[in-house]
């Protein structure tokens, strides 16, 4: 089965601004000269991959694997029966997760995962049925930052 990652439009936005909202003063003051237009190019290719890694970031669960893909980078695979728990998650630590609404999976000894699959609760019930030992926390009110 394979999970896309919710996207956070708000996200996308912040780094729009951080990215381009620098150049407006220079464009003001400086005009549109060749190195502005190398620069505000360079900048664009940038965020275009960005935003190739929101819309393409998959977790893909494969008999007793988690597998992470988050653009054109692939994260080392996890053991499903290694997973200990499921949990919401209000880290901002970077992750492969394009939105805030997160959730984190115990693993292994002390390792940990954030990620933010659209369908929470139906990706966590999955786990379950592979591994039934792993603790689901997540609840229905808990996952959304707004009811739809």
């Known amino acids: 089965m394979i ?19 620098s150049l407006i003063p220079n464009f ?19 965020y275009g991959l960005i935003i190739h890694m929101f819309f393409n970031t998959t977790y893909t669960i494969d008999q007793q694997m988690l597998h992470i893909k988050c653009g054109l980078f692939r994260f080392n695979s996890i053991n499903i029966m290694d997973m200990k728990k499921i949990s919401k998650s209000s880290s901002i630590i970077s992750s492969p997760a ?6 984190e999976i115990t693993y292994g000894k002390f390792d940990e995962l954030i ?7 139906k990706f ?3 786990l379950q049925k592979i591994n039934p030992n792993l603790i689901n926390t997540l609840k229905a009110k808990d996952l959304s930052f707004k009811k739809k």
């Open 28 to 46: 003001i003051h400086d005009g549109f000269s060749n190195a502005m237009f190398v620069t505000t190019a360079g900048l664009i290719a940038i």
């Open 98 to 103: 394009a939105s805030f609404d997160r959730i």
């Open 115 to 121: 990620i933010s699959p659209k369908h929470k609760l």
């Open 124 to 126: 966590a019930a999955d």
């Open 3 to 21: 999970y896309y990652s919710k996207v956070s439009y708000t996200l996308l936005i912040v780094v729009f601004v951080v990215f381009f909202g």
